[in-house]
């Protein structure tokens, strides 16, 4: 019986670095429809999306059963608790990428995004999906180091926004109201995305230190 | 040792309808800096979210005994977990809420709102006030009923958005860039309200009914 319950924990732990990897897909090519307005893959990621709906249902139940059926303590416990946080957050990346997607489709066959934006988008791109990757292995090396380097790689998000938004509010703005609106609501998605990713480490933290890190440590800004 | 437990379940499905009433404070409050630039009133509004943080992380760490100790299985379980779900999205209310203040101190002593849009904010944070008072009752009340008319309610928060596309995107937009943009981040931020609370009304469905409403259940848009 316990044998079978560290096995379906496994499993648990084991299928939320799957799905990181589908949210990860999903990012990438949400930014490659974006970038280079292609429709067919944007609908593609926004079709996608319920791959990762279902994945998250997936887990979710059997996060429910094994609360049901095991009753938890402790450590493992925390971990349950986590991994049910965890897929809702990727849940919430899959969303995101496919309204990055979706603003890709509304403007084709225009590309949504000015050239002059076109490489801080493909940075943050990068660095979302490296924060994707890092979170979604997370739980499963329990490596608290690795959750305290999402906040760092964070930071990196932050100052490319910043710089979108001077970009988007300085004198040179010629792309008109309607490109900086999709710019501002794109930056905000991807800003997102890596804001799960950290708070995704910080219940990492929680599960191996039983630590939160302080009243803000569920909430993601 | 029952009783108690009972009396420990109770006690956090009534504090859910405390803290939802701390989010309503706060949306209706950071509106009205908006829409008056008045900048103590935000300055107050984000700093009253750390009452929201704490309230999530004192329900948080009580679900957690809760299902630590008590080992709750079928309806109360479900109960433990939604609660822990619906903190976490009230939680987020009340950062999003912030935003909305951030955004009307950056602006001040200029208003962050064009007069010809404030109408349509107005409306929009009753629409959401409604919506957290309906979410943040409906475990306490159980009612099912409740919970769908949260979906419908939330159908006039998405005509308000696309109104206020339909303005911004017009040729005339009179307000520049910075304004366009203040207006596409701070309607999301209302919509984005709007969503946790329709994902609360399903939460409680699946409390009462052991039921999801399909693989987007969970996932708000």
């Known amino acids: 019986m316990r044998d079978s319950y560290r096995e379906q924990l496994d499993t648990v732990v084991n299928d939320l670095v799957e799905m990181s990897r589908l949210v990860s897909s999903?990012?990438?090519?949400?930014?490659?429809?974006?970038?280079?307005?292609?429709?067919?893959?944007?609908?593609?990621?926004?079709?996608d999306d319920a791959k990762i709906d279902s994945a998250h249902n997936d887990i979710e139940q059997r996060c429910f059963s094994l609360l049901a059926r095991q009753a938890p303590v402790a450590g493992e416990l925390r971990t349950v608790v986590a991994a049910l946080r965890m897929v809702a957050e990727m849940a919430r990346m899959g969303d995101l990428s496919a309204h990055v997607a979706k603003i890709a489709r509304l403007r084709y066959p225009e590309k949504a995004l000015p050239t002059n934006l076109e490489g801080n988008f493909r940075r943050m791109a990068e660095v979302a999906d490296e924060m994707v990757n890092k979170a979604g292995n997370?739980?499963?090396?329990?490596?608290?180091?690795?959750?305290?380097?999402?906040a760092e790689i964070d930071?990196?998000?932050?100052?490319l926004r910043r710089s979108q938004f001077r970009i988007l509010l300085s004198d040179d703005?010629?792309?008109?109201?309607e490109a900086a609106v999709d710019v501002a609501l794109l930056g905000r998605y991807y800003e997102r995305i890596?804001?799960?990713?950290?708070?995704?480490?910080?219940?990492?933290?929680?599960?191996?230190t039983g630590e939160t890190a302080g009243d803000d440590t569920w909430t993601t800004a």
């Open 138 to 150: 997370t739980l499963h090396s329990r490596n608290v180091e690795v959750a305290h380097e999402l």
């Open 173 to 177: 703005w010629t792309h008109g109201v």
């Open 26 to 47: 999903a990012v990438k090519r949400a930014t490659q429809a974006l970038l280079t307005a292609d429709i067919q893959l944007a609908e593609q990621v926004i079709s």
């Open 155 to 159: 930071e990196e998000m932050d100052d």
């Open 194 to 208: 890596a804001d799960h990713a950290v708070s995704m480490g910080r219940r990492v933290v929680y599960v191996v």
